[in-house]
């Protein structure tokens, strides 16, 4: 069984930083490409940031570039998302997603919140 699970956030004040992880089990950690979303109450899910499976190519939204770093430990089966110079804006349920055979899973959130 494919199981994404996020943990990491919390509560930081404005220019403060969180890393997030996103542990993964139930398929081939290293031959997937894992990305990370985030959702605002009201709002659709956006994307936040990608690594590709095997060369460690990254993919950030314009929103995040220069402050969010992702990366992958394929040895732990986890995926990475440092958060530097966070902003009010950056409140969010986040969410980290894999694509399976076809198949999207995310997991089931972790909630960063960032006081101004």
């Known amino acids: 069984e494919v199981q994404l699970v996020e943990s990491g956030g919390g509560l930081v004040q404005a220019g403060g930083s969180l890393r997030l992880s996103c542990a993964a089990s139930?398929?081939?950690?290293?031959?997937?490409?894992i990305g990370w979303f985030r959702q605002v109450p009201g709002k659709e899910r956006e994307g936040v940031s990608l690594i590709s499976k095997s060369d460690g190519r990254t993919y950030y939204a314009d929103s995040v570039k220069g402050r969010f770093t992702i990366s992958r430990d394929n040895a732990k089966n986890t995926v990475y998302l440092q958060m530097n110079s966070l902003k009010s804006e950056d409140t969010a349920v986040y969410y980290c997603?894999?694509?399976?055979?076809?198949?999207?899973?995310w997991g089931k959130g972790t909630l960063v919140t960032v006081s101004s």
């Open positions: 997603n894999a694509e399976v055979s076809k198949r999207y899973y």
């Open positions: 139930g398929f081939t950690f290293d031959t997937y490409a």
